[in-house]
């Protein structure tokens, strides 16, 4: 090892080696799994060799954070402060990248629960603008996959085309004009691109037009070949005017001599008329004569009539008095007297009445009868307001009764809100799978069992936090899947969709129940503040819960609450069987080394749901459905118990209406 005192690097080869930009030096202090660490690379390749989860990539990702570069570019966790090992409150990082006259040290200090870093280039405090800049003009490239690829960049590397792999090339060289040349050329063969396509596009409508051309030639000769008949027929049509005109008035002179013969028979037939006209004459004087004497009888007619309505209207209040003295018979009797007194006297004007008086009604001498009739009738009203009344009572319990069957429709209706909700998602997030539920509820017919589906309008989730950890547990392409109970009915909705209709859908099918066997019983947790293994934390239809179980390992997944966090120690990892388990903020994923038997811990924070969400339960919209059925039944019965009374009304009314009809025939 040598001491170069020019640059004051120690290195295992002397530093004129080194190219501008290269690494000399870097320093980890809490990163990740590292406690305090420093590294002194070579001027040329430099290998790094350890087991699964000895940090080999956490080098990796320091170099990227330390030289300015965002979490994002490594593709894992997407906040600074995630890197920052557990149980501590900041992690530092030093790069030394060599440089003339002097190395470039650059120190960043990452901060728990702050989004912002602590900065300094060679001691002295900076910015993260300056920091970018000094590394910009060291052309080191962090963000080229050509001058560093992490580990979780493999494959982003791979799928480059060849012109974007020229391209980064180009720019990890540092020469700057390579590039430029590179996209002028490109810009030059767009320009000849356009050129020969609108050369050729110029030479198609000089073809096309030359065709339209030849065409119009052919329609100006029968366009003046046309002129020419015309010309012709518009001779003909004037020559075609004169004979008409000597036609017509041939016609003329036939119909003017006719027309002298019918006046000479006219004449003739007026001098023979004249005897008759003179006894048409005199008959009008007749008739004018009888019209006048109809006249007078007409007044007659209506004077007679009028002396009859009197007399019809003295008839009515005639009857309107004896219709008065029917009210009782106790005034009848005392009134008899006079009534015979005031007969006498108008026996002679109503002569002409004696028939309608002779037809009145003879008078009621069955008073026991009367007294009955009464006390009847008295009773049927008492029992027809009983049976109002009992209806009355009923219709109130019916309206009372139709309030509490819409309170728990509007309870049901909900929970479909909530599926049409979701199916509204669905519909922005994936319209195939959302075309393939439309289709699968037109076509339900060909199926021998109902098709669930899409998996996400199935579940329903009582925690909003559990909402969360089952959306980072089930893969998108198992939330809009759709699942069958039988394989006929998968292997039919395939064919259709898939292969037929070229639909990109997943069809599940489970032929065995899941093992319901737990890593460890959920008591032994709850000391660690666990309270459900992730299959016990929502409801879903016993097909559709049986795929989620078995494709998604539930049964093995812990959920835990704010006291698991705090409890969160070496032990919990080392010790408790769980591979993978949550808690309100984090999830933490347990791995172990294939050579050493190491246990690292991954922890990443837990998203907000996008899909599911707190809905309810299947037993409660299931008791509300009982409710609802219970309900109708009563409204049944109550209904049932309304019409029976209301026969029963009428059957009383028939009655009242039969003793009227029999009282009057007592009169």
């Not at 090992?85 to 003339?100: Q, S, T």
Request: positive net charge; aromatic residues 8%; charged residues 30%.
């Amino acid at each position: 090892v040598g001491i170069n005192a020019e640059y004051g690097t120690t290195s295992m080869f002397p530093s004129p080696m080194y190219g501008s930009g290269s690494i000399v030096r870097m320093k980890l202090l809490n990163f990740v799994t590292y406690d305090d660490v420093e590294l002194r690379p070579g001027p040329q390749l430099n290998v790094i060799v350890g087991p699964n989860g000895s940090g080999k990539s956490s080098l990796v990702c320091a170099i990227a954070l330390g030289l300015g570069f965002p979490p994002a570019l490594l593709g894992r966790a997407k906040e600074p402060e995630y890197y920052i090992k557990h149980g501590k409150d900041a992690a530092e990082i030093e790069i030394e990248l060599f440089d003339k006259p002097n190395n470039l040290i650059i120190g960043r200090r990452i901060l728990k629960g702050q989004t912002k870093s602590e900065w300094k280039i060679n001691g002295r405090k900076v910015n993260t603008d300056e920091v970018k800049s000094r590394i910009k003009k060291l052309n080191v490239q962090v963000d080229n996959l050509c001058q560093f690829l992490p580990q979780d960049k493999v494959v982003s590397f791979a799928q480059l085309k060849p012109h974007e792999l020229l391209r980064e090339t180009e720019k990890a060289t540092g020469k700057h004009e390579l590039l430029s040349w590179h996209e002028k050329l490109i810009d030059l063969r767009k320009e000849e691109k356009a050129l020969e396509s609108k050369t050729k596009e110029e030479e198609a409508i000089l073809e096309d037009l030359k065709k339209k051309n030849a065409v119009l030639e052919l329609d100006v000769l029968r366009f003046q070949e046309r002129k020419k008949l015309e010309k012709k027929v518009e001779h003909l049509e004037m020559k075609k005017a004169w004979l008409l005109f000597d036609e017509k008035r041939k016609e003329a002179l036939e119909l003017k001599a006719k027309k002298d013969n019918k006046e000479n028979l006219l004449k003739t037939q007026e001098e023979s008329a004249k005897p008759l006209k003179a006894a048409i004459t005199q008959m009008e004087k007749e008739i004018s004569q009888k019209d006048m004497e109809w006249n007078k009888l007409a007044q007659q007619t209506k004077a007679l009539d009028t002396e009859r309505k009197r007399r019809f209207d003295e008839a009515e209040q005639l009857d309107a008095e004896l219709d008065q003295e029917k009210q009782g018979f106790q005034k009848l009797l005392k009134r008899s007297q006079e009534r015979k007194k005031r007969a006498a006297q108008v026996q002679e004007e109503l002569k002409s009445f004696r028939a309608e008086q002779n037809s009145l009604p003879p008078k009621l001498d069955n008073l026991s009868a009367m007294k009955d009739f009464h006390g009847n009738l008295q009773e049927k009203k008492n029992q027809l307001n009983i049976l109002q009344s009992q209806a009355a009572d009923i219709n109130e319990e019916l309206r009372i009764q139709y309030g509490r069957i819409r309170s728990v429709q509007m309870k049901l209706k909900e929970f479909e809100d909530v599926k049409v909700q979701r199916l509204e998602k669905i519909k922005h997030f994936d319209m195939t799978a959302y075309n393939a539920y439309k289709w699968i509820q037109d076509n339900k017919h060909l199926f021998k069992a109902q098709i669930f589906g899409p998996v996400l309008i199935e579940i329903d989730v009582g925690n909003p936090d559990h909402a969360k950890f089952l959306e980072m547990t089930i893969a998108g392409w198992m939330l809009k899947g759709f699942v069958c109970q039988n394989a006929d009915d998968r292997d039919l909705l395939l064919d259709e969709l898939y292969h037929k209709q070229r639909m990109k859908i997943t069809a599940i099918y489970t032929s065995q129940p899941p093992a319901m066997v737990y890593p460890i019983p959920l008591m032994e947790l709850e000391k660690y503040g666990f309270t459900h293994y992730l299959d016990q934390t929502f409801e879903a239809p016993i097909p559709v819960k049986n795929a989620l179980i078995n494709n998604c390992m539930m049964t093995k997944i812990a959920v835990g609450t704010d006291i698991t966090e705090t409890k969160f120690s070496d032990y919990l990892i080392q010790k408790v069987p769980l591979q993978v388990f949550f808690t309100p903020k984090n999830n933490y994923q347990k791995t172990s080394s294939a050579y050493s038997n190491n246990i690292s811990t991954r922890i990443n924070p837990v998203k907000p749901a996008k899909f599911l969400g707190s809905v309810g339960s299947i037993h409660q919209k299931v008791l509300l459905e009982e409710e609802l059925e219970g309900l109708k039944k009563q409204l049944a019965e109550l209904e049932s118990r309304r019409n029976s009374l209301a026969e029963s009304e009428k059957q009383v009314q028939r009655e009242i209406s039969l003793m009227k009809t029999e009282y009057e025939n007592l009169q």
